[in-house]
T-cell receptor, first 113, second 114 residues
Framework: GESVGLHLPTLSVQEGDNSIINCAYSNSASDYFIWYKQESGKGPQFIIDIRSNMDKRQGQRVTVLLNKTVKHLSLQIAATQPGDSAVYFC????????????FGKGTTLSVSS | DAGVIQSPRHEVTEMGQEVTLRCKPISGHNSLFWYRQTMMRGLELLIYFNNNVPIDDSGMPEDRFSAKMPNASFSTLKIQPSEPRDSAVYFCASSPQGGRSPLHFGNGTRLTVT
């Protein structure tokens, strides 16, 4: 399944399917992006990051793709499991040096067995 | 590594009361952030400290909010007087290299102001 993080905030998939969570960013000068996972009752946890000199980065069951032409970022989760159910946020640094990450609104991923 | 530690986990208070939230960052991290999370507004940065010095407090809603970092291992966020619209989950996060490196979040304080 696919979602656009900012416009379709919920993605429902079956266990074992691949999930794709999308994120659009606005600052073409952003050079670093991070994906976070937030489970219920917990703080956001770092999943994976990517710098703008890369188009793709892979982790364990996760892949982040960066398309700078259209300012689009996606998080792909392979063989989605019930434990992947959470809210996923993309984040980018602000334009000014010395200030903090800016988080998107988040996409809720719901995995059913 | 104990992670970022926040206390209390839950706080229920009446309008007008003072509320103090506490945070212990990860040892060795020189940057600390306070965020507020609500359904309507998502995660909002309130204030950012680097080496115990406030760098960016533009997200602090108003004078009722204040934050301190007296040393590298402790920070507080105080709301005085509290109002029902302050109800939210407040997160503290730390990082080794400021706002351009991954943040490590605590599990938050859920504040309810009645």
């Amino acid at each position: 399944g696919e979602s656009v993080g900012l416009h379709l905030p919920t993605l429902s998939v079956q266990e074992g399917d691949n999930s794709i969570i999308n994120c659009a960013y606005s600052n073409s000068a952003s050079d670093y992006f991070i994906w976070y996972k937030q489970e219920s009752g917990k703080g956001p946890q770092f999943i994976i990051d990517i710098r703008s000199n890369m188009d793709k980065r892979q982790g364990q069951r996760v892949t982040v793709l960066l398309n700078k032409t259209v300012k689009h970022l996606s998080l792909q989760i392979a063989a989605t499991q019930p434990g992947d159910s959470a809210v996923y946020f993309c984040a980018e640094p602000p334009n000014q040096a010395g200030t903090a990450l800016i988080f998107g609104k988040g996409t809720t991923l719901s995995v059913s067995s | 590594d104990a992670g970022v530690i926040q206390s209390p986990r839950h706080e229920v208070t009446e309008m007008g009361q003072e509320v103090t939230l506490r945070c212990k960052p990860i040892s060795g991290h020189n940057s600390l952030f306070w965020y507020r999370q609500t359904m309507m507004r998502g995660l909002e940065l309130l204030i950012y400290f680097n080496n115990n010095v406030p760098i960016d407090d533009s997200g602090m809603p108003e004078d009722r909010f204040s934050a301190k970092m007296p040393n590298a291992s402790f920070s507080t966020l105080k709301i005085q007087p509290s109002e029902p619209r302050d109800s939210a989950v407040y997160f503290c996060a730390s990082s080794p290299q400021g706002g351009r490196s991954p943040l490590h979040f605590g599990n938050g304080t859920r504040l309810t102001v009645t």
